[in-house]
């Protein structure tokens, strides 16, 4: 541990105070005891996560698979897309998501924010003596807006890991079945990645972004309001 002294601002060096300031490592392992002890709702909040980053990066995935597709230059693939549901016209040289496309990915993920928000604040609810107690030993709101951001941070990268794997490796197959192994050859793997690791990282966003509110709930509690609170 950390200690800091505060003295007088007048300089004088009677010591008044003294804050004891966790290391960032243990602050991490809180916050993972703190989901451990409550799974069964931090898995509900993950499982949100995965659904909504694994629809943007099967959507994404997809549409390298089918650039892939498409740069092969086959009349015959490019028809095959088309038929798919793809809107290509003659001069188009890749595919992009249509506007309603756009929409439900947009949607989803708003979706999954509000969820991540309400059981943040159903997690605060629970945790009003925790966080008083803590407040009570000495434990500053940064301490506690940490606390809470740390355990939304690693949520969020398992969902948005698992949900990005989940949905491009669901893209792949999907694409194998309808054109076969030329859709697996012809796809700039690299783009692919790309594309999971960019879903992977607008999950932990959402995750983060959702925590925020109900984060700074919590740090700005009072300690006595807290402790008082019937469960």
């Not at 016209?89 to 890749?94: A, C, H, K, L, Q």
Request: with cysteine; proline share 3%.
């Amino acid at each position: 541990m950390q200690n800091h002294s505060i003295f007088h601002p007048e300089g004088h060096s009677e010591k008044i105070d003294r804050l004891i300031v966790l290391p960032f490592m243990k602050s991490v392992d809180i916050a993972l005891k703190s989901i451990r002890v409550r799974f069964f709702r931090s898995l509900i909040t993950t499982v949100s996560l995965i659904l909504a980053v694994s629809f943007l990066s099967f959507t994404r995935v997809g549409s390298d698979v089918a650039n892939g597709l498409l740069a092969t230059g086959e009349p015959s693939l490019r028809q095959a897309l088309i038929r798919s549901g793809y809107d290509l016209r003659p001069e188009d040289v890749s595919v992009g998501n249509s506007p309603k496309q756009q929409w439900i990915i947009v949607l989803s993920l708003l979706v999954c924010v509000v969820g991540i928000v309400n059981a943040q604040l159903m997690a605060v609810t629970e945790r009003f003596r925790e966080i008083g107690t803590m407040k009570c030993l000495g434990a500053l709101d940064r301490f506690i807006l940490r606390l809470f951001l740390l355990e939304a941070g690693i949520q969020g990268l398992i969902g948005s890991g698992a949900g990005a794997v989940i949905g491009g490796t669901f893209a792949l197959v999907n694409f194998f079945l309808r054109f076969g192994t030329v859709s697996i050859t012809t796809l700039s793997w690299t783009q692919a990645g790309l594309s999971v690791a960019i879903a992977t990282l607008v999950g932990c966003a959402l995750s983060l972004i959702g925590v925020m509110y109900p984060a700074m709930v919590a740090a700005r509690m009072q300690p006595v309001e807290a402790m008082r609170v019937e469960q």
